[in-house]
């Protein structure tokens, strides 16, 4: 039996977090601090989902509905989300969700690429072999599970691998990641560790923007590649310049991945809590 496309259904706005309670300690801080000294880093961002928003909303025309369109919607729609919430955790100054959010998007987005580059072959053939059923002992609707990821997409990828990577060992209970993020007032001599932890830092913040304009431009580049499956936009090939400026500054707070001695290492650079403060390195 050919399983039909039903019209999909499209949220396309994104919008900014609200300003959080005035009680939720070290928040209202990093709001006003991230809205002030990064506003242009957040309005990449929010304007590069919403250009998105716009292609996935013209893209419900019936000439656009196919297993590959829905396939692929679905993961995009994840990323989309994941990416949005990391921005607001990142206004609310919780750094620790914003990067487990990121490495899913760039998961998603990665299989979404996979599935478009080989036709939705394996969607299809998951719907083939009843991958939407009826569980009669169950008296349930059956979605099987089927484990599905992109390795090779994310292997080549020259956005989509490197920030995966990093973003996966920032996530992961490391003690050097930890520390970065809970304990970044540490030195050689002793030990400063946090506990919930919601003030501004001003590296954190603007590493994570950085992360989720790469990633705005990964999926716009995605979209180009595949006309025929989404709907052509003139505003997210505009944005797509907007999102390379930003990312250009030679001040930024970036990760380079080193090798040291044969071993994958990480370099921060531009690390500071404040803006005004002197930048320095983390080696991790």
Not at 136 to 154: D, P
Not at 182 to 190: K, Q, T, Y
């Amino acid at each position: 039996m050919e399983v039909r496309v039903s019209p999909p259904r499209v949220f396309p706005v994104a919008t900014l977090a609200a300003r959080p309670p005035a009680d939720l300690a070290g928040s209202p801080d990093a709001y006003r601090q991230t809205s002030f000294v990064l506003e242009a880093d957040l309005d990449a961002v929010l304007s590069g989902l919403n250009a998105e928003g716009g292609i996935a909303e013209a893209s419900l025309g019936a000439r656009f509905r196919s297993q590959a369109m829905v396939s692929a919607l679905g993961l995009w729609s994840r990323s989309w989300l994941c990416r949005l919430e990391a921005l607001h955790a990142v206004q609310w100054g919780n750094y620790a969700a914003a990067t487990p959010l990121v490495r899913s998007a760039a998961d998603y987005q990665a299989a979404m690429l996979y599935l478009l580059r080989t036709g939705a072959q394996e969607w299809r053939e998951w719907l083939d072999s009843g991958g939407i059923a009826i569980a009669a002992e169950q008296h349930a609707t059956e979605y099987t599970l089927h484990a599905f990821r992109a390795a090779e997409i994310l292997a080549a990828h020259d956005i989509l691998g490197p920030l995966y990577r990093v973003a996966t060992d920032f996530s992961l209970s490391h003690f050097g990641s930890t520390l970065l993020v809970a304990g970044n007032e540490s030195a050689p001599d002793h030990v400063s560790m946090t506990f919930g932890d919601r003030d501004f830092h001003f590296g954190l913040a603007e590493l994570h923007l950085g992360w989720l304009i790469e990633l705005g431009i990964a999926q716009v580049e995605t979209l180009r590649e595949f006309p025929g499956v989404f709907a052509a936009s003139e505003l997210a090939e505009g944005w797509l310049a907007r999102g390379r400026a930003a990312l250009a500054g030679a001040a930024r707070c970036r990760v380079e991945q080193v090798d040291q001695d044969g071993v994958r290492r990480y370099l921060v650079h531009n690390w500071r809590r404040e803006p005004r403060s002197a930048p320095k390195r983390i080696l991790l």
